[in-house]
């Protein structure tokens, strides 16, 4: 009898395990979490950049649904090496990259695939929109501020902030 809830027990805690391991790689692949993943990789990069002298480029390929941060370490900024790369992540089915368009009105379509997202000391070289779809196909923006390098999560394809030229500016 001992031996019998003995091994209930163990089926039991084998049960439980891969019950939380599903649910834990269930939850890594919703909408939500990609989103997080992914803003963190780019707070990752402008706050590293801000601490020190250091510049990153994080590069989002929209055919292949993927990302990647690196530093940048070269003046040759189409160059760089598997050592530059720091973290390397992928969109899925639940979320999904559309479009990028940066604040001085460069976009990805259908020739240009890859968008460049670069960060420095001074911050953020360009403000940008980053439009992904969830599951449902509805629009989400990823929002980078060049003047206070915040990157946030807005529902919808939501207006740009372009720069002001010089004769919009009251100083």
Known sequence: MAE???VI???CLSTFVVILN??????????KSKVQEFISVMQLAADTAAQSEKRYEIIIDITEQSYLLREVTVPDL??????QIIRQ????????VDYCIFDDLVSTNEDQQIAK???????????AKIVLFDRHDQPWSVLISRLTGIVSLEKGDVELLLPK???EMSF
Do not use: P
């Open 78 to 83: 189409d160059y760089f090496s598997e050592e």
């Open 89 to 96: 992540g992928y969109f899925n089915e639940n979320c999904r």
């Open 4 to 6: 019998m809830i003995v």
């Open 9 to 11: 027990a163990v089926l």
């Open 22 to 31: 599903t649910f834990d790689w269930f939850g890594r692949n919703t909408f």
């Open 165 to 167: 030229e010089e004769n």
């Open 117 to 127: 997202f670069r960060v420095g000391h001074a911050g953020w070289q360009n403000g």
